[in-house]
């Protein structure tokens, strides 16, 4: 079972910066690919970034739309996952998620198992 807590949302404006923090509770957070999706009002749910478990190689994924702007990290010895984003424009607006899932699950397809509350990000123009 994990736990995660999102923290780091709030209002800026355009180009401006926001850094994300997901904590996740366990011992055994490692072993655990992680995700970072958003959904905007009347839009469907989507992956933003992915990074898998080290022992998968901590491979790294992102949606095009946010390539060369948003930076996804973990830092394991805080059971942290990092969502740095730069350049924020108002298409960015969403509630962003943090989810997880067990390193035995394909790191490229499938569903995430355990999610955090969410943190609201919104861009003004």
């Known amino acids: 079972q994990v736990q995660l807590v999102e923290s780091g949302g709030g209002l800026v404006q355009t180009g401006d910066s926001l850094r994300l923090s997901c904590a996740a509770s366990g011992r055994t957070f490692n072993s655990y690919h992680m995700g970072w999706f958003r959904q905007a009002p009347g839009k469907q749910r989507e992956l933003v970034a992915a990074?898998?478990?080290?022992?998968?190689?901590?491979?790294?994924i992102y949606v095009d739309s946010v390539k060369g702007r948003f930076t996804i990290s973990r830092d394991n010895a805080k059971n942290t996952v990092y969502l740095q984003m730069n350049s924020l424009k108002p298409e960015d607006t969403a509630v962003y998620y943090c989810a997880a899932k067990y390193y035995t699950s394909n790191f490229y397809t499938g569903r995430y198992d355990y999610w955090g509350q969410g943190t609201q990000v919104t861009v003004s123009s």
């Open positions: 990074i898998s478990s080290i022992s998968s190689g901590g491979r790294i």
